[in-house]
């Protein structure tokens, strides 16, 4: 549980922050569009041609050349619907024109793995299939003063027709800002997840407000539930890609705020009309959340996180829509939301528990630290024998606690995590010829566990 570089890391993150590279264009003109589109299609794999670019290419024939000038004008500040069209656009345009080609594929490698850790048929037993959205969200790269953010799967299909959601972060993470892809699994792991089966957020929200009540934490409750889509999504981003998660949150939010507001910690008070939990919240419910994952160390890890959470915390700006808290309150109202969230039995899952569902283990430790060797080591190709079993969250998480050790190479380290990310994406089913819909569907039942033979 090495941090000792975690400024460095967030130096890193203020280089991202300050970095006003907008992207590629937008696709302002519609029958330039049109044409680009149709041209992407082959570069495609068959389920996101069917369940993104064809929906894509009707509502484009539905809108018409004005029809798709009055959205723009509609939305100047690319906010709600001239934002989505376009957002759209760019996954299709990104991929199919090889923007940033060993970045995007990298992004696309760890959102297609997130979103398959918790919706896979391997790891969803017992649980009915989503309601919404059962392929992985596509990428693109833009608006960075948004930083990264989703439109989920259900805003997708409701206004475009469209299977998958979509994910962004600001084209500087293609280069730098390593802490900031630890946050892909809030946007993945959390939102998109939270909002493909119907009724799961509003059931957290209700749960989590029940018991804080029951600890006599009544106004908490209702703050914390009023923002269950940015609270749950912290957790299941942790559940997704265990500690780094966690450790990445507070250093990326340090830097953002050293970046934007010249003071490197974690902000203590939250307005009423901001849908995120205050800074400081979020850092309690990330070491409790930790604290409930199912490997060796998630205690160790989450006193690391809770002692780094806790230097940031100044009691008289402890101020949650408009009303002072105890210290001692937030905190304590943060352990008991991570229990809620990660135990609590839900009628939108069966019966079942998000930890339950996904959980990180000793076994994802193990890969971890084999990675973690891989990148400090930097040696060439990754060899089939070492990425079976392994994913991108295990890439990621060991990308993320080999920079926050003493001594290392930030910036190395990302551009060999992002190579080897490119390469696992080279390999995954998902992006070939078949209908594949998660890489982890593809594996046999064997009926003994025979030994390897040496050839």
């Given at each position: 549980?090495?941090?000792?570089?975690?400024?460095?890391?967030?130096?890193?993150?203020?280089?991202?922050?300050?970095?006003?590279?907008?992207?590629?264009?937008?696709?302002?003109?519609?029958?330039?569009?049109?044409?680009?589109?149709?041209?992407?299609?082959?570069?495609?794999?068959?389920?996101?041609?069917?369940?993104?670019?064809?929906?894509?290419?009707?509502?484009?024939?539905?809108?018409?050349?004005?029809?798709?000038?009055?959205?723009?004008?509609?939305?100047?500040?690319?906010?709600?619907?001239?934002?989505?069209?376009?957002?759209?656009?760019?996954?299709?345009?990104?991929?199919?024109?090889?923007?940033?080609?060993?970045?995007?594929?990298?992004?696309?490698?760890?959102?297609?793995?997130?979103?398959?850790?918790?919706?896979?048929?391997?790891?969803?037993?017992?649980?009915?299939?989503?309601?919404?959205?059962?392929?992985?969200?596509?990428?693109?790269?833009?608006?960075?003063?948004?930083?990264?953010?989703?439109?989920?799967?259900?805003?997708?299909?409701?206004?475009?027709?469209?299977?998958?959601?979509?994910?962004?972060?600001?084209?500087?993470?293609?280069?730098?800002?390593?802490?900031?892809?630890?946050?892909?699994?809030?946007?993945?792991?959390?939102?998109?997840?939270?909002?493909?089966?119907?009724?799961?957020?509003?059931?957290?929200?209700?749960?989590?407000?029940?018991?804080?009540?029951?600890?006599?934490?009544?106004?908490?409750?209702?703050?914390?539930?009023?923002?269950?889509?940015?609270?749950?999504?912290?957790?299941?981003?942790?559940?997704?890609?265990?500690?780094?998660?966690?450790?990445?949150?507070?250093?990326?939010?340090?830097?953002?705020?050293?970046?934007?507001?010249?003071?490197?910690?974690?902000?203590?008070?939250?307005?009423?009309?901001?849908?995120?939990?205050?800074?400081?919240?979020?850092?309690?419910?990330?070491?409790?959340?930790?604290?409930?994952?199912?490997?060796?160390?998630?205690?160790?890890?989450?006193?690391?996180?809770?002692?780094?959470?806790?230097?940031?915390?100044?009691?008289?700006?402890?101020?949650?829509?408009?009303?002072?808290?105890?210290?001692?309150?937030?905190?304590?109202?943060?352990?008991?939301?991570?229990?809620?969230?990660?135990?609590?039995?839900?009628?939108?899952?069966?019966?079942?528990?998000?930890?339950s569902i996904q959980t990180w283990r000793n076994s994802d430790e193990e890969k971890v630290q084999e990675m973690r060797r891989l990148l400090v080591s930097g040696l060439g190709a990754l060899p089939d024998a070492v990425t079976e079993g392994i994913y991108a969250a295990h890439l990621v998480a060991a990308g993320v606690t080999a920079a926050l050790a003493a001594e290392a190479d930030v910036r190395r380290i990302f551009d060999r995590m992002i190579r080897l990310l490119k390469q696992m994406h080279d390999r995954n089913p998902s992006w070939g010829p078949l209908f594949i819909r998660h890489r982890s569907d593809?594996?046999?039942?064997?009926?003994?566990?025979?030994?390897?033979?040496?050839?």
């Amino acid at each position: 549980m090495d941090i000792r570089n975690l400024p460095a890391c967030i130096q890193d993150i203020v280089l991202a922050a300050q970095d006003t590279d907008p992207g590629p264009a937008e696709p302002l003109d519609y029958h330039q569009l049109r044409g680009r589109i149709e041209a992407a299609r082959m570069t495609l794999p068959p389920l996101y041609r069917d369940e993104v670019l064809v929906p894509f290419l009707r509502i484009l024939d539905k809108l018409g050349a004005q029809g798709f000038a009055d959205v723009l004008l509609r939305d100047p500040k690319r906010e709600r619907e001239a934002g989505l069209l376009i957002d759209a656009a760019h996954t299709i345009l990104q991929n199919g024109e090889n923007y940033q080609l060993v970045a995007t594929d990298a992004f696309e490698e760890v959102v297609s793995d997130l979103y398959d850790g918790f919706l896979s048929a391997e790891d969803r037993r017992n649980v009915k299939p989503p309601d919404r959205g059962i392929i992985p969200p596509l990428v693109k790269w833009g608006n960075p003063q948004f930083g990264p953010y989703t439109w989920p799967v259900d805003v997708t299909r409701s206004v475009l027709g469209m299977g998958a959601g979509v994910v962004s972060l600001p084209p500087a993470h293609a280069r730098v800002g390593l802490l900031a892809w630890s946050a892909l699994g809030h946007e993945v792991g959390g939102h998109d997840i939270l909002h493909a089966d119907d009724g799961l957020p509003e059931e957290l929200a209700s749960a989590v407000n029940e018991h804080l009540q029951a600890g006599k934490l009544a106004s908490l409750g209702n703050y914390w539930s009023e923002r269950i889509d940015e609270t749950a999504s912290d957790v299941l981003g942790i559940l997704n890609m265990g500690p780094a998660a966690g450790m990445g949150l507070i250093g990326y939010f340090r830097g953002l705020n050293l970046a934007f507001h010249g003071e490197g910690r974690l902000r203590n008070g939250g307005r009423a009309s901001d849908p995120h939990p205050a800074d400081i919240l979020r850092g309690f419910l990330a070491a409790y959340a930790v604290s409930r994952l199912r490997f060796d160390h998630a205690a160790e890890w989450s006193q690391v996180i809770l002692d780094e959470v806790r230097r940031d915390v100044v009691p008289e700006e402890l101020v949650l829509a408009g009303k002072k808290v105890d210290p001692e309150d937030a905190r304590r109202s943060a352990e008991l939301v991570a229990e809620v969230i990660v135990s609590s039995k839900l009628n939108a899952l069966e019966g079942h528990s998000l930890g339950s569902i996904q959980t990180w283990r000793n076994s994802d430790e193990e890969k971890v630290q084999e990675m973690r060797r891989l990148l400090v080591s930097g040696l060439g190709a990754l060899p089939d024998a070492v990425t079976e079993g392994i994913y991108a969250a295990h890439l990621v998480a060991a990308g993320v606690t080999a920079a926050l050790a003493a001594e290392a190479d930030v910036r190395r380290i990302f551009d060999r995590m992002i190579r080897l990310l490119k390469q696992m994406h080279d390999r995954n089913p998902s992006w070939g010829p078949l209908f594949i819909r998660h890489r982890s569907d593809v594996a046999p039942h064997f009926l003994y566990p025979y030994p390897r033979r040496r050839v």
